[in-house]
């Protein structure tokens, strides 16, 4: 695997530490971290600064028999909890959200296919595969756009993204993304708000495709 | 090395109930404030306590003193089950490293790291009131509401340096796990 060079930017990582960021970028952030060792360290180092702050609280003095209900839950199995381990290109965090399934793409045209792991009034994150050499149509964001590669690469008018790299779209970027020749590229790309697409599907279309 | 790290780390190797009974003296009424500034219910906020401590009792094979101290380690369990049943939606949480099978832990790194953490702790008394109270506000806003937008930037100044000699160790230790 090569390098990754483009990865969480702080702020993002102390929300998604504090817990403040929006499922869909929430997802980006942890299949990130699941592939790229210093966005972890970045990550266990808000963890520090989190476990900080509960040092620092100010305790409240809990129920009288919370600890001894708990001391007698000790010896209960545990109840089983599903387990998603990471799976080929896969993190964990993504196979989570497949339950466990390959996803299931269902095409946009030109080759391009799309697996919606979640959809929700405050943003989707979805699988977006991309055959080698085409282009994702031009388009620019209402919100914000992360974009991680898992398989493959792009390469925009920004530079190239490899497995591992994240892309962050803004309203000023208007971009057009081409997979690199070699495998088709597999992305994670989470929205805050639907994506306007110039030129690919009319925009009548685009509550139809969901996109 | 911190006694609360002493505490989990015998909880981990021994079973010891003792040292569990200790950990939830401890952390149990910090949790329930943490929990409660979050915006949740005080008997919510208790479930949501013995959820956490029996997670630190059944997962406490996954503590690793050389990359977190039990605060922090404890922290992120908090964080993960009380989005997990208030907002409830499965949190997306990375993948654990594999821990290295033939890795002794090694004394003066869990120190070393410990030491960090201490540093860390000491530079956000020493912040400016206002600029400690943002941070208190990231990490302790109202995790009820979706609308949060990204402008959690952490004023780190200080913090900032701190942080970063942290990340260089974490780093190192990670690298050293690859």
Request: charged content about 25%; hydrophobic content about 40%; some cysteine.
């Amino acid at each position: 695997m090569s390098a990754i060079t483009h990865h969480i930017p702080d702020d993002m990582m102390a929300a998604y530490a504090a817990g403040t960021l929006p499922h869909p970028f929430a997802m980006v952030v942890a299949a990130h971290v699941s592939l790229c060792a210093d966005c972890r360290a970045t990550l266990e180092a808000y963890h520090t600064l989190g476990g900080a702050l509960l040092e620092q609280t100010e305790d409240i003095e809990v129920s009288k028999g919370l600890k001894s209900n708990l001391m007698a839950l000790l010896d209960e199995p545990a109840p089983p909890e599903p387990v998603f381990d990471a799976k080929g290109i896969y993190p964990g965090p993504v196979m989570a959200a497949l339950k466990g399934r390959s996803p299931r793409w269902k095409t946009l045209g030109m080759g391009v296919k799309q697996s919606i792991l979640s959809e929700t009034e405050g943003g989707s994150v979805r699988l977006l595969y991309i055959p080698a050499g085409q282009a994702v149509p031009d388009h620019s964001h209402n919100g914000l756009e992360l974009t991680l590669v898992l398989q493959g690469s792009f390469s925009d008018e920004t530079g190239r993204f490899g497995v591992g790299d994240v892309e962050i779209g803004d309203e000023d970027l208007e971009h057009t993304p081409i997979a690199d020749a070699g495998d088709a590229c597999i992305c994670l790309a989470a929205t805050d708000a639907p994506l306007r697409f110039n030129a690919f599907l009319p925009r009548l279309l685009q509550p139809l495709f969901r996109i | 090395m911190s006694q609360m790290t002493v505490w989990l780390v015998a909880v981990r190797d021994q079973r010891d109930r003792a040292a569990f009974g200790a950990l939830f003296d401890y952390f149990a009424p910090r949790l329930k404030g943490f929990i409660m500034r979050s915006g949740t219910s005080a008997a919510q906020a208790e479930e949501i306590v013995q959820d956490v401590m029996l997670t630190v009792w059944r997962k406490a094979a996954m503590f690793d003193p050389h990359r977190a101290q039990a605060s922090a380690w404890i922290y992120q369990i908090a964080r993960n089950r009380q989005i997990d049943i208030i907002r409830k939606e499965n949190r997306p949480i990375p993948d654990e490293l594999a821990q290295d099978p033939g890795s002794e832990p090694d004394a003066s790194q869990i120190l070393a790291f410990d030491q960090e953490a201490e540093q860390l702790k000491t530079a956000l008394e020493m912040l400016q009131p206002d600029q400690k109270e943002m941070i208190q506000k990231a990490y302790m806003g109202d995790l009820t509401h979706q609308e949060i937008s990204l402008q959690t930037g952490l004023p780190l100044g200080t913090v900032k340096s701190r942080i970063r000699l942290g990340l260089n160790r974490l780093r190192k230790e990670l690298k050293g796990l690859r």
